[in-house]
């Protein structure tokens, strides 16, 4: 915990004197560590001069950031309306049954994190998933399952 801590103190140092520094910072620590814990809300709330509620506003509202650890793999399935009127809710479903997982889940193991996003930018191609960073689309429950089971151990 100390050890994270000082990578959060660290990355906020970088950043000081910068004006709009909040989305830099938390960008940083996102990818230093793979996630904003909670316990740097605060940290990062005091060098800003901000309060911890606008921080962690921040943090919940962009869906790139998250609050908690991801899995080893990340599945996005798209639930936009062009999506969700192709068939999303079949792929989630073909995606939920193959992990054990619900959407908005990360596996027992922490093999894999199921979350929904809200358009991936490729309506043409609808229903679509995102695997690893890795577009998928024309899915359906089939697809999605045997997409899941290439991230099984």
Excluded: W
């Amino acid at each position: 915990m100390q050890d994270q801590a000082g990578r959060v103190a660290a990355i906020v140092e970088r950043f000081r004197g910068v004006e709009g520094a909040a989305l830099p910072i938390l960008h940083a620590v996102q990818e230093a560590l793979g996630y904003v814990p909670a316990e740097s809300v605060p940290m990062i709330a005091a060098a800003l001069n901000r309060s911890r509620a606008e921080i962690h506003g921040i943090v919940t509202f962009y869906h790139d950031f998250r609050d908690k650890p991801a899995g080893r793999h990340l599945v996005r399935v798209c639930r936009a309306e062009a999506c969700k009127s192709m068939g999303s809710d079949q792929v989630a479903q073909g995606f939920e049954q193959a992990l054990g997982i619900r959407l908005g889940e990360t596996s027992p193991d922490g093999a894999v994190t199921l979350e929904p996003v809200y358009c991936l930018g490729l309506c043409a191609t609808a229903p679509n998933a995102m695997v690893d960073g890795k577009l998928s689309g024309r899915l359906d429950g089939t697809k999605a399952a045997h997409l899941a089971a290439g991230l099984q151990p």
